[in-house]
């Protein structure tokens, strides 16, 4: 029967970033009233949990991931009576919702850090990483207390006249980290984590979770001969992330938050790490047991190609390192990585079977918004014009490192895969009545928009609809276990899986190639097939053609209803 996964292991997640969703107030900006404004239309897809970017008071300068007040709201995006709405109307849908905590660090203008550099003595001082520069400091404060690398490229220390000291920061010199070895540091955040829970949120996102601790020795991170980091590797810009990423102490910290997270249990709740390292290394996030972090997002999908073979080894890896309790999640694009179109080619055909693929695997699905309808990577922003800080950091880098960069994933203007949500054929592509949207709108959008896919059963949005839905009608597709199958036909353009559940086997094939493939169904025949290419499922034996680019789900029972 389906229920007996915890919810959060069966559900579809879908990423709003709140700036670019939609506009109710035409200033340019999206807000939490025009989320709610679409909350009807995320409910007729399919989806069944809403993970929102930050939305708390800050200053902006990582739009939102800088934040100055842990405890109220931003007010281009409404206010605390607007967030309690959200929280309201998405669970009055039956729907959950997950809000992003950014544990490692705050704003430069939160008090407590206006505070903590305003002296040496300041009671708040060790809410922060303060250390002393290597050589007497003179007026510049002479060199950095160690070789630390922020998670950028250049000394994650900065010099602050007023008390001549350093303060650590992973991110960008706006974002210092807090200092998690003071206990009220910790009391103070878990606090924060408390307060959002008893407001409604059924998850939490954590924020850069791999960089918590530091090392206390403050001792130089060796050397590397990486130059880049990944997603996979934190390692880069020559030396190891030894001291500053992935420190045994924040794997520990993981299950302290759990326990946190756990006081709340109707319903239960989860977190979702953004963690970066080896599939090995994150699993010891969420600990042998599963009693760690809830979830972790595992990168390594943002860079697999597309073909029978490489999704084959990357659902083998994730099957072999998070088997049950544990549990993979699937990602094919968020608010810091090129559009999933981009490696797609734009091609719909592609984008349908991304949705299949992700939609029936074992794992939990993130979906970024717009990826419902193909949206693509908003290449050629002027890079003058970017208001990612990012990009400004970028201008100074070698220009010789940029091309490896962008194969790596890694973008220089974050603002490429931000665009607003294109809903129609309005103005702005109906994300604003306003004047001028806080980011261009897609050149794409008078074809790419939710109203010109929403009646067509071929679009894009058709099938990840489709899927999404097949997904949470099958106790199978959305709580059964996974294993590999051999197709008869060419394995390296046929990837076939099983998911088993007690009352329901699914068997899914997945065509990702450009060739009309024969699929024999004598052996194991099934009640109904359903197609990620049109609505209505056929019978289940025989001989049948899989189509290119074409996915199909054959149940051997209806299943339970939900
Ligand atoms: C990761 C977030 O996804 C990104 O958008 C943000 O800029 C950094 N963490 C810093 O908070």
């Known amino acids: 029967m389906i229920g007996e996964s915890p919810w959060w292991k069966r559900t579809t997640v879908y990423q709003v970033y709140p700036r670019s969703f939609s506009d109710s107030n035409a200033d340019g900006i999206g807000d939490l009233p025009g989320v709610i404004d679409r909350l009807d239309y995320l409910h007729w897809l399919g989806v069944e949990t809403i993970w929102l ?129 003071n206990p009220a540091v910790k009391q103070a955040m878990l606090d924060v984590v408390r307060h959002w829970l008893r407001e409604g949120a059924d998850g939490l996102r954590l924020d850069i979770f791999n960089a918590i601790f530091k090392d206390a020795s403050f001792a130089d991170n060796p050397f590397s001969l990486r130059p880049l980091p990944s997603e996979h590797n934190p390692d880069g810009f020559f030396q190891r992330a030894l001291h500053t990423q992935n420190h045994p102490d924040t794997i520990a910290f993981a299950r302290e938050l759990r326990a946190v997270v756990d006081e709340f249990r109707d319903p239960p709740r989860f977190v979702v790490g953004e963690v970066f390292g080896h599939t090995d290394l994150l699993r010891e996030y969420c600990g042998a047991e599963g009693q760690g972090l809830n979830l972790v997002f595992l990168f390594k ?34 608010h810091d990585r090129p559009r999933g179109m981009e490696r797609l080619g734009n091609d719909p055909a592609k984008a349908r079977m991304l949705a299949a693929f992700q939609l029936t695997v074992r794992g939990v699905p993130f979906l970024y918004y717009g990826e419902e309808i ?61 004047e001028t949207p806080w980011l261009p709108v897609h050149p794409d959008s008078p074809l790419i928009n939710v109203d010109a896919q929403r009646g067509d059963p071929g679009s894009v949005l058709s099938s990840y609809r489709r899927m999404l839905n097949l997904r949470r009608h ?27 559940h007690a009352h329901q086997t699914a068997r899914v094939y997945l065509n990702l190639s450009d060739r009309e493939l024969p699929l024999d169904l004598r052996d194991a025949p099934g009640v109904r097939l359903q197609s990620n290419l049109h609505d209505t499922p056929e019978a289940a034996s025989g001989r049948r053609l899989l189509a290119p680019w074409e996915a199909v789900v054959i149940f051997d029972t209806d299943g339970v209803a939900t």
Not at 68 to 76: G, L
């Open 374 to 434: 193909g949206l693509g990577h908003h290449h050629g922003m002027p890079h003058e014009l970017a208001r990612d800080p990012i990009a400004a950091r970028y201008r100074f880098l070698p220009r010789w490192l940029l091309p490896s960069m962008r194969r790596r994933g890694i973008l220089i203007n974050r603002d490429e895969c931000r665009s607003p949500m294109p809903w129609g054929v309005g103005p702005h592509a109906g994300f604003s009545s306003g």
């Open 474 to 500: 099958s106790p199978a597709l959305s709580d059964g276990t996974l294993a590999l199958i051999e197709p008869r036909a060419d394995a390296r353009r046929v990837l076939a899986f099983a998911r088993m």
């Open 53 to 181: 970017s930050p939305f708390y008071s800050s200053p902006q300068t990582d739009f939102g991931y800088d934040i100055s007040d842990h405890f109220n709201i931003a007010p281009e995006y409404g206010d605390l009576e607007d967030c309690r709405r959200l929280i309201d109307e998405v669970h009055a849908r039956g729907m959950k919702i997950v809000l992003d905590m950014v544990l490692n660090h705050t704003s430069i203008e939160h008090p407590w850090f206006q505070e903590s550099r305003s002296s040496r003595n300041n009671d708040r001082r060790d809410f922060y990483i303060w250390r002393d520069g290597r050589r007497a400091a003179g007026s510049s404060g002479g060199a950095p207390p160690n070789n630390w690398r922020s998670m950028l490229g250049n000394s994650g220390w900065h010099h602050d006249p007023t008390t001549d000291q350093w303060y650590w920061a992973s991110f960008l010199p706006f974002q210092p980290d807090l200092n998690y070895r």
């Open 301 to 334: 999908s943002l860079r697999t190609p597309l073909t029978a073979p490489a999704l084959r080894e990357l659902v083998r890896e994730f099957e072999l390192a998070f088997p049950e309790p544990l549990f993979p999640t699937y990602v094919f694009g968020n």
